[in-house]
């Protein structure tokens, strides 16, 4: 015989709420007559040996039993009446010829019906106990039993009717706390759905801001002022981890003078500018307003913050700065030449009037256009060399931008591209002033290399440096010219012959590129192509120190 086998198990649902409330007024009644029939086997044995009494025990009992079997959850509720009218007649057969008066017992029937029934069930159980009242004072002799069974049922009628009037008020009572408690559900759900559409709309916004408390705390934040200053989502309370300086790459803010410190103290201003040194390194600048908030019904006044990150409109305002200066730079040495070559030949004996009307416009227009060009210079405060125009970038993202610009070009000409960049070439510069010496180098390789050429870029990393050779198959450059090729309106006898320009390219390249403290060096051979090599510090390596102060002094600092 096998062992072990695993054996059908009933699982027995718990009772429902209606099942054990049935359950539990039937054994209260059990309860109570089976304590008085045990009273009465003690003190009065005789009356225990009655049949009548017996018999009514013995229903209450085997009513009982019925009532913990019956599956009430799958009856009707009006198969429920059975039970109670049933105890009913028990306890008038109990009670029947007995001197002990136990009338009392038919209150738990009564209370029954009259608290889960209608008032026509109330009824029908006070008709029936009235019913068994009557029969018996008709036995008996007296009018002491009539009076008894009239007081009996004018007791469980005011007990049947104050239950049955006490229920329908608690029901009552029950569906108006249901409707008010439905009313503020919903009230709930409504601020609920209005505070979850305002977060989300504050957290969708780009613009940080902050509730602050007049007693300096942090009541709200969104997601944009969390990312700005790398707050902890969960406990915004805990100190910024990004740092406010003065300037880029200047002193640190002291922690009195920062905006949040100046909104908890209750300070209202507008448009105060600071940069921050985030948590991922990065510099932003910041335009930072308080304004006052009115106090509600259940709060005080409150200030709220709001954090603009200007960092896109700084740097376009700059690089139309440095756009004002490269273009007066450059534009003086033409308008130079113009004048020049236009006086010179003013001083000639046989001009006619007409040409030298015709000078004299040109150097008068020249001179005012000039003048112009001087003021645009003047009113441009910042050169091409400051250390707060350079950023941390990557050459290789700047060089297949760029090659990818002039391809078209060069697959025009039968010219192939050869790009070798696998690494990521960072440096600390001016991108666009990078992308303007990558793009000069790369179309002036393109543009002096015939049909079926070649040009070969490769970007490495070399020790301390960024190193970008660019180099071609081109015309090349004689011996000769190689020492003035950066002298500004120099071309070749050979680059004239084959496309216009100014001469100006490579110059400006070179001035680019020292800005940066970097090298520009050309290698030629006429007929055999050149190789231009840029030499640039590795990011870090030209501000290093500089960059290394806000990561160290972060960790020191405290809340924004």
Do not use: C
């Amino acid at each position: 015989m096998a062992t072990g086998a695993a054996r059908p198990t009933l699982v027995v649902g718990a009772p429902d709420g209606r099942t054990r409330s049935i359950w539990l007024t039937q054994l209260v009644l059990a309860a109570s007559v089976l304590i008085t029939a045990i009273l009465v086997m003690a003190l009065q044995p005789a009356l225990f040996g009655r049949w009548n009494f017996l018999v009514g025990t013995f229903a209450v009992v085997v009513l009982t039993i019925v009532t913990l079997a019956l599956p009430w959850s799958r009856l009707p509720a009006a198969a429920v009446l059975a039970i109670p009218f049933a105890d009913a007649l028990a306890i008038g057969l109990m009670s029947s010829g007995m001197e002990l008066r136990l009338g009392y017992l038919w209150g738990f029937p009564v209370m029954w019906v009259a608290m889960h029934f209608r008032a026509a069930a109330l009824a029908a159980m006070l008709a029936t106990i009235g019913l068994i009242l009557l029969v018996e004072s008709a036995v008996s002799t007296g009018t002491v039993a009539a009076l008894r069974a009239f007081v009996v049922l004018l007791s469980l009628t005011f007990i049947g009717i104050t239950a049955h009037l006490a229920l329908r008020r608690t029901r009552s009572l029950r569906r108006l706390l249901k409707r008010q408690a439905d009313r503020l559900t919903a009230t709930y759900t409504r601020r609920a759905d209005q505070e979850r559409r305002t977060s989300e709309i504050l957290n969708g916004v780009d613009t940080g801001i902050a509730r602050i408390s007049h007693d300096g705390s942090v009541l709200a934040v969104n997601d944009a002022y969390s990312r700005l200053y790398g707050l902890d989502p969960l406990d915004p309370t805990l100190p910024a981890r990004s740092v406010e300086y003065t300037g880029l790459r200047g002193m640190p803010v002291p922690f009195s003078e920062r905006p949040f410190a100046r909104a908890a103290r209750g300070e209202t201003f507008t448009d105060a500018s600071v940069w921050l040194f985030t948590a991922e390194g990065e510099w932003r600048a910041l335009s930072v307003t308080a304004k006052r908030l009115a106090a509600g019904r259940d709060e005080g006044t409150s200030i709220l913050l709001l954090v603009h990150d200007v960092t896109a409109l700084t740097y376009a305002q700059r690089e139309r700065e440095r756009f004002t200066a490269m273009a007066s730079h450059e534009l003086k040495h033409p308008l130079t030449v113009m004048i020049g070559n236009a006086e010179l030949a003013l001083e000639l004996d046989d001009l006619t009037p007409r040409t030298r009307e015709r000078f004299e416009s040109i150097v008068a227009a020249s001179d005012r256009m000039l003048t112009m060009i001087q003021s645009l210079g003047t009113t441009s405060k910042r050169g091409f060399s400051g250390r707060d125009e350079v950023d941390d970038i990557d050459l290789r993202e700047i060089l297949l931008e760029s090659v990818a610009s002039f391809r078209p070009t060069a697959v025009s000409g039968d010219i192939t591209i050869d790009v070798q960049a696998d690494d990521a070439l960072p440096i600390t510069a001016d991108g666009f002033r990078l992308r303007q010496v990558v793009d000069n180098v790369v179309s002036n390789a393109i543009k002096y290399t015939p049909r079926d050429g070649r040009v070969s870029i490769m970007g490495t990393v070399e020790g301390h440096h960024v190193v970008l050779s660019v180099a071609d198959t081109g015309i090349g450059i004689a011996a000769e010219d190689l020492p003035n090729i950066l002298t500004p309106y120099f071309r070749t006898a050979e680059a004239k012959k084959k496309s216009g320009g100014t001469g100006l390219g490579l110059g400006i390249s070179n001035d680019i590129v020292l800005a940066h403290g970097g090298t520009l060096s050309i290698d030629s051979e006429a007929d055999r192509g050149t190789t231009v090599t840029i030499r640039l510090p590795l990011a870090g390596e030209l501000a290093g120190e500089s960059a290394a102060v806000p990561e160290a002094r972060r960790d020191e600092e405290g809340r924004a």
